[in-house]
């Protein structure tokens, strides 16, 4: 920002430009005889120009003025005094004076100008940096940072501050650049304010030069600024917390939706199972007996799965879900699966394929045996009674394994393949398929919390789930079993 010359300065540039007017006429004394006097008139206007563009208009007309006078003092006769006796030398004066200060004046207006262009292009390159470096930010610290950087570096300013009063709920903002505390009271304080009210301050301090009007302006526009890209990012936050609690109330309506369809099913089977047992009328040895109390157990393990499924997809959602990883035989998570799945599994062909001589992985035995349960829960939703399931896993290599899932039921769409692992997400109409949508959600989460990945695919003949999951625990390669170590 150009700023008011200091009074020393001020007066060097009077002092040189009535210097260039002696220097020039040293030079001209020289060549008095030689030169006619227009010819000397015209070369005067030489340093009026230079001076006036050079050190401004003020110096520019008093250079004018003493151009006048030792124009007339030393090239008019009679030399050396300012007295004038013929007309035609009164009209030369006359108009070398008008001409040199019409000179002055265009050369200051012209220089003027350009000042103030130059200054409007300073102002708008310091807005639009700013401007640009505001774009997207949403922290509330970054943007007063921001601001204040910009401010210290367009005034070079000794020392600024800006206070922000916050949010509702939010602690106030203070920045201070530097840190120190300030020993005086500010030159010039800025209101950050927008249409909604007062948002906070800008204080500037700087002693020398004082602070001019145009510079006060820019630093209000500066204000406006930071007010602006605060408001907008006050708003793009509580957008942001209305869009989560619009998307949690809609989850929550999803969930007791789904949940009380859920619980309601088991709950009915079991107290009709128990008002028969009550009744009297079912006797301890019948057959009816022994279904009716295989369908309670069904039932409370349906019960059961589904609070876990609940309290499970909470903790994966806190980030409290921990895998307690140990090495395990991945055929016998399996097969304890499929034993408690008996009674469900009935009416399909389960078929495992996991070879003896595949690794120990390291995972956690209870979160893989509900990995294996949700798959098969959900493949024997969807594959037609009487088909084939199949589970399988082999070694990728020696960092991993890949374990399959398939069964024989409908193709997926290929739209839907990406989101098959959503919570609530259905690819059939919740009243065709029972469940409460979490169980894949949750398969994902333990797979990804074991350091695993897992996706679903179309096969030729049905559908299958993949996963992977690492044989290295904390960098230790899987141990070898009893059977392996015997044979080596």
């Not at 005889?33 to 401004?56: F, H, K, M, N, Q």
């Not at 292009?121 to 610290?141: F, H, I, K, N, V």
């Not at 009271?185 to 700087?206: H, S, Y």
């Not at 960092?399 to 990406?418: C, K, T």
Request: with cysteine; hydrophobic share 45%; proline share 6%.
């Amino acid at each position: 920002m150009r700023s008011l010359a200091s009074p020393s300065s001020l007066i060097a540039r009077y002092w040189l430009a009535v210097f260039s007017i002696a220097l020039t006429t040293g030079a001209l004394y020289i060549l008095r005889d030689e030169l006619d006097t227009p010819l000397i008139a015209l070369l005067y206007l030489l340093p009026v120009g230079l001076s006036t563009a050079r050190w401004g208009l003020g110096p520019g007309i008093a250079t004018a003025l003493c151009a006048f006078l030792t124009f007339n003092f030393f090239f008019i006769q009679p030399y050396y005094t300012l007295a004038v006796h013929r007309t035609g030398d009164v009209l030369v004066l006359v108009m070398f004076f008008i001409v040199a200060v019409v000179i002055s004046q265009l050369v200051g207006r012209a220089q003027a100008s350009l000042a103030a262009a130059t200054a409007r292009e300073r102002e708008a390159t310091r807005l639009y940096e700013l401007s640009t470096a505001l774009a997207g930010l949403q922290d509330d610290q970054a943007i007063a940072r921001i601001v204040a950087e910009q401010a210290q570096q367009t005034f070079q300013s000794e020392r600024v501050e800006l206070s922000v009063a916050g949010r509702a709920g939010a602690r106030p903002l203070e920045l201070r650049l530097p840190a120190e505390p300030a020993a005086r009271e500010p030159d010039l304080v800025v209101p950050l304010q927008t249409a909604r009210g007062l948002l906070g301050k800008i204080r500037l301090w700087r002693a020398r030069p004082p602070i001019l009007a145009p510079e006060e302006r820019l630093l209000r526009t500066f204000a406006s600024q930071g007010a602006l890209a605060l408001e907008r990012a006050w708003l793009a936050q509580a957008e942001t917390r209305a869009r989560v609690l619009e998307e949690s109330d809609r989850l929550k309506s999803a969930l007791l939706s789904s949940v009380s369809h859920e619980l309601r099913t088991p709950l009915a089977t079991i107290k009709a199972a128990a008002t028969s047992l009550r009744s009297g009328e079912v006797t301890w040895e019948s057959r009816a007996r022994e279904d009716l109390l295989a369908a309670v157990d069904d039932e409370a393990d349906h019960l059961n799965r589904l609070v876990g499924n609940l309290l499970d997809m909470s903790r994966i959602e806190s980030g409290a879900l921990r895998p307690q990883r140990q090495w395990n035989i991945l055929a016998e998570i399996v097969g304890g699966v499929l034993a408690r799945m008996r009674r469900a599994t009935e009416h399909h062909r389960v078929v495992i394929d996991i070879p003896e001589e595949l690794p120990l992985v390291p995972v956690d035995y209870v979160q893989m045996e509900q990995v294996f349960a949700n798959l098969i829960s959900n493949s024997l939703k969807y594959a037609p009674v009487d088909t084939t399931i199949r589970i399988g896993a082999w070694a990728q290599d020696d960092s991993s394994i890949s374990v399959r899932v398939s069964n024989q039921g409908p193709p997926v769409p290929e739209e839907h393949l990406g989101r098959i692992f959503d919570k609530f997400y259905r690819v059939t109409a919740a009243d065709r398929v029972t469940g409460t949508g979490l169980g894949l959600s949750i398969c994902k989460g333990i797979i990804e919390a074991h350091g695993g990945r897992i996706w679903a695919e179309n096969l030729p003949d049905g559908f299958a789930f993949n996963f992977t999951l690492p044989l290295a625990r904390e960098g230790t390669p899987p141990p070898r079993l009893p059977a392996e170590s015997e044979a080596a």
